[in-house]
């Protein structure tokens, strides 16, 4: 069983940064694959960026390319989503997730295993 805890969502106005970190119980959690994830009301689910065990592969969705970076700490079980020039559509229930299969196998469709209760994020134009 893994435990997810999100933190660092907030308000901010168009233009502006925020850091949402992701802390993880589990004594293997150098070997998930963790992944970002986005709600929007009224909208499903929606992939944001996914990171392998070591940090060294990434992918993020078009829609956030070049604005939000994910990373990873595994001394702190953590994984971070450094988000800048937020967008008001960028308004949604942020999740981290963990899946201990590979990156690639997350890319090609397979499902993600355990998951945050989401931290808010509000854009405001």
């Known amino acids: 069983q893994v435990q997810l805890a999100e933190s660092g969502g907030g308000s901010v106005q168009a233009g502006g940064s925020l850091r949402l970190s992701c802390a993880a119980s589990?004594?293997?959690?150098?070997?998930?694959?963790m992944g970002w994830f986005r709600q929007a009301p009224g909208k499903e689910r929606e992939f944001v960026a996914a990171?392998?065990?070591?940090?060294?592969?990434?992918y993020s969705a078009d829609s956030v390319k070049g604005r939000f970076t994910i990373s990873r700490d595994n001394a702190k079980n953590t994984v971070y989503l450094q988000m800048n020039s937020l967008k008001p559509e960028d308004t949604a229930v942020y999740s981290c997730?963990?899946?201990?299969?590979?990156?690639?196998?997350?890319?090609?469709?397979?499902?993600?295993?355990?998951w945050g209760k989401g931290t808010l994020v509000t854009v405001s134009s």
């Open positions: 589990g004594r293997t959690f150098s070997s998930y694959t």
């Open positions: 997730a963990s899946a201990a299969r590979l990156l690639s196998e997350i890319l090609a469709g397979r499902s993600m295993d355990y």
């Open positions: 990171i392998n065990w070591s940090g060294s592969y990434i």
